[in-house]
């Protein structure tokens, strides 16, 4: 996939976790805690995908919000708010790592701005099919459609089937891994794979691993100014 522009709690660093006023009205006011030589020390790594996130959802709401602000992007929090909420609910039943999740959905779509090749009306949070020269990818029949069908894609990239009530959301290329047998749970490593395995496996871009763990780090730091 193109890209278009954590674990549990337990396993950061307990100087990472950052705070912030769920109740704030003004995002513009947010601001990150780090130098920039805290933000490479502290960028989290070893983030399993099946395994559980730790950022709250309105950190989240807040962080996309502030940074499309920031660059005069107008964005429809109704319908950021809509995802955030689906990752959150879907990652629980599918069991995938929301952080993990949003980060790689933020990167893809440029903060929900959708600045690339998928347009915001296909609903591809992920990139999906969406190999770069223009090509569009997959489209789904809603956001709900589309936080599902990224977080099976994850799913599958571990070697796991969707649980049988959601196999009708499973995107046509998430079925061409297992047609093709390119992804299998007796695959060496595929249950236990990490943030790390997505930059060989997901997208071409070396960094692209790197990339998802800052956007989870940068979350993970927002704090609301005075």
């Given amino acids: 996939m193109s890209i278009q522009n954590r674990g549990n709690l337990s396993n950061y660093p307990p100087y990472i976790k950052g705070s912030i006023n769920f109740g704030s009205k003004n995002p513009l006011q947010q601001k990150s805690l780090q130098t920039p030589e805290q933000r490479l020390l502290t960028i989290p790594s070893g983030i399993f995908i099946k395994s559980q996130g730790g950022i709250h959802k309105d950190q989240f709401l807040n962080f996309i919000v502030a940074a499309n602000r920031k660059i005069g992007r107008l964005t429809d929090q109704r319908l950021v708010r809509k995802i955030i909420d689906a990752y959150f609910k879907y990652s629980k039943i599918i069991g ?13 779509t440029g903060y929900f701005y959708f600045n690339g090749d998928v347009n915001a009306k296909q609903y591809n949070f992920a990139g999906i099919g969406a190999t770069g ?7 789904f029949s809603s956001p709900e459609h589309g936080v599902i069908a990224h977080l099976l894609h994850l799913n599958a990239y571990c070697g796991f089937y969707p649980p049988e009530n959601l196999k009708s959301w499973m995107a046509p290329r ?14 060496p490593r595929a249950p236990n794979r990490k943030i790390e395995d997505l930059g060989s496996r997901w997208a071409t871009d070396k960094n692209y691993s790197k990339s998802i763990r800052e956007v989870i780090n940068d979350a993970n730091f927002i704090v609301t100014g005075k």
């Fill in 174 to 187: 998430t079925q061409f891994l297992f047609d093709k047998g390119l992804t299998s749970y007796e695959e």
């Fill in 133 to 139: 020269d223009g090509a569009k990818g997959e489209s």
């Fill in 96 to 108: 995938i790592n929301s952080d993990l999740a949003i980060a790689q959905a933020i990167l893809e």
